[in-house]
């Protein structure tokens, strides 16, 4: 009963840790209260009977790293970076005369402090 405890507490952990790094991370939560809850009921079955715990313990570390990342995303998100589409091309029209140079604006600026 303990060793299926254990299988069923690291498949969980690892899936957490898996699922913390991936866009699907709030999923994550869900997978590290299992992984917990496997990890404990694996560590009271292992209790009574002195059995070693290293096991149990790589349940926790796994499950607590992965409730870290999870944490963190959740807290400090990412920006999410908008595809631009391309504008629409100009029309050959409107650059048929390329634009005003500073000296032509610089001119007719002139004219019109002149007329005033």
Avoid: H, N, W
């Amino acid at each position: 009963m303990r060793q299926f405890f254990i299988i069923l507490g690291i498949c969980a952990a690892a899936l957490a840790l898996i699922l913390s790094v991936t866009p699907q991370f709030p999923i994550a939560y869900i997978l590290t209260v299992l992984a917990l809850i496997f990890g404990l009921i694996a560590f009271y079955l292992s209790k009574k009977p002195q059995l070693p715990k290293k096991t149990i313990q790589l349940i926790f570390l796994l499950t607590l790293i992965s409730l870290g990342i999870t944490s963190y995303k959740s807290l400090f998100p990412t920006p999410e970076v908008e595809i631009i589409e391309p504008k629409e091309q100009l029309d050959d029209s409107s650059m048929e005369r390329p634009p005003k140079t500073l000296e032509e604006l610089e001119a007719e600026r002139q004219d019109q402090m002149q007329e005033q």
